[in-house]
């Protein structure tokens, strides 16, 4: 009998494939003693993602090694948020960089190589494949918590998120192992031929307890309550970059991962898996409003924060709907434009000796009045208040939550959002109402890539806040993947 070969399409992967090379690429030019190669290195890992993002924009619907690698519209758009998060990343922390001495390359390889692991969970069709990519992303994220060796909190972040993202990995694999030794397969479709019932499948409470370890282990890479203890102690131990990195970049990759498991493999078990994503996305709304009123370093505070949007992206999730998924699509887009636009602020006043707890954002209207203005716009945006982006990103989240009939639920997410807006609003308080420190000057110097930065995410909430119409037809495009 013939042994068939699997369909090896590299063309399919040809963005992975050059993110790969450059990477390798960088890594060796990082290793050479010039001082200056990390403007190269910086340069080159920008043209590199331009370069990516143009052949998955042209890429056309494929699959390769048994489809354990599957490219379509869905995949292609979760990439294009990911290249926007590393861009943006990237391109905002350069200055920062150079200050604290950690541009010597292996910052910008460590970032391309969390990217490509992304990159992999989005077009994973296999539970391998899924694993794969989690790994390569969260190693290097590891270290980009840890990379500022002589900061002590630094190294401390890294640790913590090392040792817990070893235990959910663990969750993870233990899950996966019982699927395939109930099913035989670890590809999702595979998986989901196995438990069709119209083919005699049959559900245990073995392969419940196998979902229910591979959603913690999701759980755990997006910061969902009860699995989201390591997130405020990281995001402020960490460098402001990579926490701002670290904000976006695995949100988007984990949710694409989970999007394919739960409507790929496991679309028979919808009534087992629903309950069970309504409850991560109250327990993260809860954890996310409250626990952050009591912050008093800005990081931490987002943190919490972070974890509250984890909760409403859940719930679009949970309706299982065509509007469902729309909704979550379209509240990462937002999300990571609101999210790299606070931190860009943040990494700003920092450069201009400004701590990150929230008194010392006291008088800075007074003083620096544009930078107030922004930072009252991304505050009002995470809070959900028109005509602001995060406006229409929780609005279709609860209207999808309504249309899967989550009354209940959506009425709880919109009590969470009005506490959660405290905590925002604080932050406007202090910057306009409050006087400043006699010593705070706030006299930081605005280079060219923060100006960029900012007035692209400024813009673009402004403007999808006021006319949604675009991003919501592209967002109906990308779930298109998944006919409800």
């Not at 419940?208 to 131990?237: C, N, Q």
């Not at 996310?288 to 912050?295: N, S």
């Not at 602020?345 to 010392?360: F, H, K, P, Y």
């Not at 999808?400 to 639920?409: N, S, T, Y």
Request: proline content about 3%; aromatic content about 10%; glycine content about 10%.
């Amino acid at each position: 009998m013939p042994v068939q070969m699997p369909d090896i399409n590299l063309v399919a992967m040809l963005p992975e494939i050059v993110l790969s090379l450059l990477g390798l690429v960088l890594m060796l030019m990082s290793a050479q003693g010039d001082e200056n190669r990390g403007g190269r290195i910086s340069m080159l890992a920008m043209i590199g993602l331009v370069v990516a993002a143009l052949i998955t924009v042209g890429g056309k619907d494929a699959t390769g090694f048994g489809s354990h690698f599957i490219n379509d519209a869905f995949a292609r758009s979760m990439k294009l948020l990911m290249y926007l998060s590393t861009g943006l990343v990237l391109f905002m922390s350069a200055d920062y960089m150079k200050k604290h001495r950690i541009d010597g390359g292996e910052y910008q390889v460590l970032t391309l190589m969390a990217l490509l692991g992304g990159m992999l969970m989005a077009s994973a069709g296999d539970f391998l494949m899924l694993y794969l990519g989690l790994e390569l992303m969260s190693l290097s994220i590891y270290v980009l918590a840890a990379i500022q060796r002589d900061e002590l909190r630094s190294n401390e972040a890294g640790l913590k998120y090392f040792v817990l993202g070893s235990m959910a990995s663990g969750f993870l694999l233990y899950g996966i192992s019982l699927i395939y030794g109930l099913t035989g397969t670890t590809a999702y479709s595979g998986v989901a031929a196995a438990l069709d019932p119209a083919h005699g499948g049959h559900m245990g409470t073995a392969l419940i307890l196998g979902v229910v370890m591979v959603m913690a282990g999701m759980s755990f890479k997006i910061a969902a309550a009860p699995f989201h203890m390591w997130a405020p102690d990281v995001y402020e131990g960490a460098p402001t970059s990579v926490t701002a990195f670290m904000a976006v970049l695995p949100k988007v990759a984990a949710f694409a991962g989970i999007f394919r498991v739960l409507l790929i493999a496991f679309p028979s078990l919808h009534s087992q898996w629903i309950p069970l994503v309504q409850l991560l996305a109250v327990f993260s709304m809860g954890v996310g409003a409250f626990a952050a009123i009591a912050q008093t370093n800005i990081k931490r505070m987002l943190a919490y924060s972070s974890i509250g949007h984890v909760g409403y992206i859940l719930l679009g999730l949970a309706a299982n709907s065509a509007a469902g998924l729309q909704s979550v699509v379209t509240y990462l887009a937002i999300y990571i434009f609101t999210s790299v636009g606070a931190f860009a602020i943040i990494l700003l006043l920092n450069a201009g000796g400004i701590g990150d707890e929230t008194e010392d954002y006291k008088g800075l209207a007074h003083k620096r009045p544009l930078l107030a203005f922004l930072m009252a716009l991304f505050m009002f945006s995470m809070a959900g208040i028109p005509p602001l982006a995060g406006f229409i990103a929780k609005l279709y989240i609860f209207l999808a939550a309504l249309q899967a009939g989550m009354l209940g639920i959506a009425i709880v997410g919109v009590l969470f959002s009005a506490v959660g807006a405290f905590y925002y609003l604080r932050i406007v308080k202090f910057m306009y109402f409050d006087a400043a420190k006699e010593t705070e000057t706030f006299g930081m110097a605005v280079g060219v890539p923060m100006r960029a930065i900012l007035t692209v995410t400024g813009v673009i909430i402004l403007v999808w806040g006021v006319f949604p119409e675009s991003l919501l037809k592209w967002t109906a495009t990308s779930v298109k993947a998944f006919a409800m």
